[in-house]
């Protein structure tokens, strides 16, 4: 079996996730199957369930004969980087910086609060005069 050089990331081949340009992840390897998509007997919408994930489990739950293993082989373009995170970093931000939504909660002017306080005061008021009269 010939050494592949190509090394790709989760994130690369996650980016080739359509008909016209389909690579899937089976075993730490990455195949473009998009010529095959056609031509595959279970369909081209279970190849393409198959993207942008390491799709092993559901390639040997399929229970592919040898024939199909040898097949998948010829269409191999490299290897998975497993030295990469499979999920981005996130940015963690600090709990001292206000959120959006606060600054342009406290930015509001107060006459915008005037009128949901008075429904409010309004409501309360009535109800403690129809309480009264019971």
Excluded at 94 to 114: E, G, H, I, M, T
Excluded at 116 to 127: D, F
Aim: proline share 5%; charged share 25%.
């Amino acid at each position: 079996m010939p050494t592949l050089s190509k090394l790709y990331t989760m994130q690369e081949a996650a980016h080739h996730n359509t008909k016209d340009d389909c690579w899937i992840v089976v075993h730490n390897k990455v195949y473009d199957v998009t010529s095959y998509l056609d031509d595959h007997p279970g369909g081209d919408d279970v190849v393409l369930a198959a993207t942008a994930k390491d799709a092993t489990d559901e390639f040997e739950d399929a229970g592919h004969s040898k024939d199909a293993r040898e097949l998948l082989e010829s269409f191999c373009i490299g290897e998975l980087d497993t030295s990469s995170p499979l999920i981005p970093e996130l940015e963690i931000s600090s709990k001292r910086q206000p959120s959006d939504f606060a600054l342009k909660l406290k930015n509001l002017p107060k006459q915008y609060w005037a009128a949901p306080v008075a429904v409010v005061g309004i409501s309360v008021m009535v109800g403690f005069l129809c309480l009264r009269k019971k």
